[in-house]
Each structure stands twice: as C-alpha cells, then as structure tokens.
C-alpha cells in the first residue's frame, strides 16, 4: 500500500524540528488536501445482531449491535488502523424519499417500524468518507443506536444517554477484539477479521450526542477500575473527531486530554444552535498537565447546518445563515458540505492515526498554514488551536482569570482609551474567560498592555516560537462592517516596545455571524511567530501590548494568550471567503417561532425505572407541529422550573411528548404556572407553549 510512512513521535512534538525554522515575510504555505482516492479498493457490509437486555449499556430498553464496515477489499497487507463512527440523536423510522421524511420512533422501542416506514440507516451517512478512508487503508466502522438510545427517554445523570452510547461503542470494540484474536466474525461481513485490525491505532468520529457520546467511550474507558480495557485488550485511542456535537447533557464533564482532539462547528446550525461543542476545547486550555500532550482544535465552518454532515438526514435543521451565505439547500442534502466535512475528517485521521499517519495532513488544524483549496473554493473556516495546553508545550501569559486590571500573574496591566473587564463569552463554557474591551478612538494611545513580570523585570521568551491568541468580535452593532485592525507588541522591560504587527496578517476579525439560534463570537486563534517582532530582545519580555489605531472604534474578546515551543514553516494567513454558493442571506436575528400546544394529561406513576424506582409524574404535551427528534435536549419550563426527562410514546409518534418528573418535584410546583418547550437550555429559536398548569388534573 502506497502511503506516507513516519515513525510515530510523541504528539506534542509533531511539529517541531523540522517545521521550528520561520523566515518572517514568507508567504504561508497551504496545507496538503487529505480527500484524495487511496490505492486500495474497497467494500462494505454490515453485521447486526438481535436486540436484547444489556444491563451494562442500558437496563430500561433493548439494544442491538449493528454497524456497516468499509475495507480495503483486500486484506492481506493488514493489521489495519480501526475507526469507529457514531451518528447523533434522530428519529428511527422514515417514509417516503427525496426526501425521506423522518417522523416516527417507534423502532425505538420494538424493532420495527409503522406501515410505510422504513428504518432510518443513520449510520450509513458518513459513507463520503468513511470509503475515501477505507482506500488509505483504514477499517471504518460505523455503528448505528437506532434500538433503545436514539429518539429514547433519558435516565437521570444521563438525559442525552450520552454516556449509554459511549458504552455501546465500547461493547462493539469489545466484539470486534473478539474476532481480531479469537474469530467468529459474522459471516454476513465476508471475510475474517482475525488479526486483521490494530487496536494500537484507534480513532473515534463523534456527531452530535455521538460526539459526547464518543468522549463518554473515552472517558469510560479510562476510568479507574474500568472493566473495558480488559474486555478490549490494548488499546490506544489516537484522536476524536467531533461535528455539531453536544456537552452537558449527562451527569459527567467529559473532555478528551491525552489525545488529539477537533471540534467542526457548523456555523449555521439549527439543532444544536448555541455551538456547544466548543466549550470542551474552553475546558481543555485549562489542563495545564495534560499527559500526554496532543493538539486540540475547532474548525467553525460558515454556511453549514447540522443535518447534512450526514447524508441520511435529509431534511435541513436550518432555515437560515445570518450574515453569510449558505451551502445548503432545504432537502436532500449538500455535496459541498460533504466535501468539507471530508476534508477535515481525513485531515484528522491520516494524520494521526496509523503507523502510515502522516502529520503533515495536521496543518489543516493549524492557522498558520492555508487551507487547501478543496476548502476554501467553498467557504470560510475560522479556526481555534493550540498544541496542547501543557505547561510544557505552551505557556499561559494572559488567561484574564484574575480581578479586571490584573494579570493572571498578579501584576497590574495597563489600558489607555478603552474599557475593558475579565467576562465571559457567549457561546463559550462558564470556564472561559476574557477580556472584554471597547474603545471609541483609534490612536497609538488606545490600547491594552498585560504584564507577566512586574515593572522594570522580564523574562526570557527566546525558547518559544509563536504568542498565540483567541479572538472574536462582539455584535455587530459595535463594530465596523469591515474587517477589525489591532497591532500586537511586546513590551521590554525597560517600558520600550518592539517594532507592531498587524493582527490581519494572521487572522481576518470580522463577524460574529450564525444562524437560526443567533450570532456566534466563537474566538479563533491567531498564532504570531515571535520572530515577526522583528526589533524585540526576547530574553527582556515584561509583557504584551494591544493597540487599537486600525479601526475607528470596536468591540472585542481576547483570550488565552498563550506562548508556544512549537511552529509551523509558514506564517499565518487569513483565511478567504467563498462566493455565496446557495441559499439566504438575513442580517437581523429571527424572533423565535411560536407553536400552541396542549396538555393532554397528568398521571401519577408509582415507580419510575427512569428515575431509579423513584415515584414520578407523567406530563404527556401534544401538538401539531410535532417534536422533532434532535440532538439538543427538549427542555420542559413549568414557572422557572426546568425538566429535561422526556420519551416519545411506544408508538414513536412525534406529535405526542412526556416528560418526567420526580413526584417530589412536581409537588413543590404552583398551580397556574405557565407551561412551555424549547430545545436546549439557551434561547433556542422556537419554543411550543401550552398553556397554564391545572394539577387538579393529576391522575393515578
């Protein structure tokens, strides 16, 4: 098999060495397009299993092992790298076609589907890459959770059953070791798997609740006392590889320190429309001993929905990209988002996973170099990154987690013409924090200067190789139509500042743009070899100024400042925006839709499975615009009390949704309170309203 071969090195240092020479003015160089054909053909078949009780993966429903795997059609150079894909939370069963319309649930729960539905092959949707990587010569497995977990009621600590999926990815690996050492691969496959896959080489892909679901596998695995690692044998996971994916919705915190991580954002999601997938890399910046260091980052990619990341569901989750064009239509699905989604999907595994992984396919992540043109002849990608937010990789010089005017070392930072305080940042986890400046004058005496060393001190910077920063724009109100200028420059010791450079050559600041569920101030990296501060004594930093003499007035968060020991060649570049490819292009933010709805009844339960045998309350909502199934959660509101439990009936009908609540709870509930549902815990874009609560109704 022709491939890229490389001695597999430690992560944190992929891109030393050879790549630490940078001569400031070179024109960036472009990262390599990773879509191309391999040598090898290939072939797909799938295995399922008969649905059963497994008490370790759920004990409230059946579940069944079934999974589609791409190969190379021969086998005999093998052992082979292993991928494992997980699709998000959809309905299970679809009618009709072009579109199939996907609206009832029931195989859910039995297995089957109403008169003129078809199962939804959700897992079939990655096939655009899933066989371009079975032609590098990567086993791809791709699983489906249709029976129990998908469009299934969530138990408590586990609403999203997030971490139900990562332990049935976790019992397929347990299957597929099985017939790598043992034997017994299903016939319906074709071949044997017997010694045929790499388990030192494994990666994981994540969409939706199955990016959650795949840091859940992760985590779960690498618990103490985890009874996985002995089920699976030895195993290493080389990355994760996240799409729109969720967080929160279990009762863990799950990051993926200690390996290789990437988030992809769809700017114009309409499902999981706050962007909470980037609040994983927030809490990961903050992992200052991550063991081992590996990179993270996010690619929050303009014009893409949720939905048509995978190319069985085929009906946008979005009307709309406020702000910038779109790429897709409303039905069937979008070759250009395909083709992006595949970009980064190959980046990331042909670059990391593999004793054939190439890193040179990682520049895709790293904003110092050009995306290939495979990319940007389509669109714009804002790109956030860090090697590893080890101490020893990169070293923090502002994280504004300190009282406003004091660095993050405890010394004073100075600030003329502008203001400026430590806050948070929209979209972004609770964790982050920032500067959060405006000013009004441009002038080389507007500006924000942070000190890490106390005045008339320094330190010796000359063993590092870049000062990265995250960056974005507040709402555009503040800020200019066209693109925000600042300068950067370090600060000697002696009060002197070295020679400035522009933040546009190495990141365009415009924005924030979005879609139905609003703006996204998502920050991005800008990554600045420290040689470009052409006239600085890097052995006398004190600190880091910020001038704002570009732009007339603005509105800003800078965060995350950070000095790294590792480079690319090239120097950073903005990023080109596409042409409008299809699609609207709205400027003001939607008002939400607003959906009437009924409470069809109230019934007393005396012990609920869902609640660990705990007495509950049914509350059982209907309406004419049905509840979709969707990744984000649907969120009950009775007054100011928020529920989250929720099943469709067994008959998976859409238009009918019950959510649970705690006996207790609902006792301490007033009468006459207002009932209403959105999707997700922010302002969502539309919301169903049923009226006030009677609990007289209640019923046994």
């Not at 980046?347 to 990391?352: K, T």
Request: with cysteine; proline share 7%.
């Amino acid at each position: 098999m022709k491939a890229y071969r490389t001695t597999r090195v430690a992560a944190a240092v992929l891109l030393s060495a050879a790549l630490s020479i940078f001569a400031p003015g070179l024109l960036a160089q472009v990262a390599p397009d990773p879509t191309e054909m391999g040598p090898n053909k290939t072939t797909n078949a799938e295995y399922q299993f008969p649905a059963e009780r497994d008490d370790e993966i759920l004990s409230v429903r059946d579940v069944e092992l079934w999974a589609r795997v791409y190969r190379p059609q021969d086998l005999s150079a093998g052992p082979y790298p292993l991928l494992v894909f997980l699709h998000g939370n959809h309905a299970t069963c679809g009618r009709g076609m072009n579109p199939r319309i996907d609206d009832n649930s029931q195989y859910t729960t039995f297995g089957t589907c109403p008169p003129g539905y078809v199962p939804v092959p959700s897992h079939d949707g990655y096939g655009y890459a899933a066989e371009r990587l079975a032609s590098w010569g990567y086993i791809v497995v791709s699983i489906n959770v249709n029976r129990g977990i998908n469009a299934g009621a969530g138990v408590a600590g586990d609403s999203g059953l997030n971490l139900a999926r990562g332990r049935m990815v976790l019992r397929h690996l347990q299957r597929l070791n099985e017939w790598n050492t043992v034997g017994g691969t299903p016939k319906s496959l074709g071949v044997d798997l017997l010694g045929q896959l790499d388990f030192n080489n494994v990666g994981l892909m994540g969409h939706s609740r199955g990016g959650e679901g795949m840091r859940a596998a992760y985590n779960q695995h690498r618990d103490p006392g985890s009874p996985w690692p002995d089920r699976i044998g030895p195993a290493t996971f080389r990355g994760i590889f996240e799409i729109g994916a969720v967080d929160g919705q279990t009762s863990r915190v799950l990051n993926a320190d200690g390996t290789q991580w990437i988030q992809l954002l769809p700017m114009c999601d309409g499902d999981v429309s706050n962007l909470q997938g980037i609040r994983p890399f927030d809490r990961m910046m903050r992992i200052l001993d991550e063991d081992p260091a590996t990179l993270k980052s996010n690619w929050t990619v303009w014009g893409t929905n949720h939905n048509f990341y995978n190319t069985e569901w085929q009906v946008s989750d979005s009307s709309n990209c406020l702000d910038h064009p779109r790429l897709f239509p409303s039905i069937i699905g979008s070759p250009e988002q395909q083709q992006v989604g595949r970009a980064g999907l190959m980046a990331f595994f042909r670059g990391n996973v593999g004793v054939y992984a190439d890193p040179a396919f990682l520049q895709n992540f790293n904003p110092q170099f050009a995306l290939p043109d495979v990319v940007t002849s389509l669109t714009r990608v804002d790109r956030g990154y860090t090697d590893s937010p080890n101490s020893l990789v990169t070293t923090v010089f502002e994280d504004f987690d300190q009282p406003t005017g004091t660095s993050s070392y405890g010394i004073p930072n100075e600030s003329s013409n502008i203001n400026i305080v430590h806050g948070l940042v929209p979209r972004h986890d609770p964790v982050q924090r920032a500067g959060v400046i405006t000013w009004a004058v441009a002038s080389s005496e507007t500006y924000f200067q942070t000190n890490w060393m106390a005045e008339g001190a320094g330190r010796d910077i000359s063993l590092y190789r870049t000062l990265d920063l995250r960056v974005s724009r507040q709402i555009p109100g503040l800020n200019p139509l066209a693109t925000t200028e600042f300068s950067i420059r370090l600060a000697h010791d002696d009060g002197t500042l070295s020679d400035p450079v522009p933040l546009t050559r190495y990141t365009d600041l415009v924005g924030p743009v979005g879609g139905p569920g609003g703006r996204h101030p998502i920050l991005q990296t800008a990554r600045i070899p420290l040689l470009d501060f052409a006239s600085a004594d890097l052995t006398r930093i004190r600190g880091a100024r910020l001038t704002f003499e570009g732009t007339e007035a603005g509105a800003i968060y800078v965060a995350n400042l950070r000095l790294s020991t590792l480079t690319g060649l090239a120097g950073s570049v903005k990023q080109p925006v596409a042409a409008s490819k299809a699609g609207s292009n709205p400027t003001e933010d939607p008002e939400p839709a607003v959906y009437n709805g009924a409470i069809r009844s109230l019934r007393a339960v005396d012990s609920s499975s869902l609640l660990g045998g705990r007495a509950a309350v049914e509350i059982e909502l209907t309406s004419e615009q049905n509840f979709p199934v969707r990744d984000e959660l649907a969120i009950l509101s009775i007054g100011d009390r928020r529920f989250e439990l929720s099943r469709y009936p067994d008959n998976g009908d859409t238009g009918t949704l019950i959510f649970l609540l705690d006996a207790e709870e609902f006792a301490q509930l007033a009468g006459g309170e207002p009932v209403t549902l959105q999707y997700g815990r922010e302002a969502a874009p539309e919301r169903w309203e049923f009226g006030r609560l009677d609990k007289s109704r209640l019923a046994r």
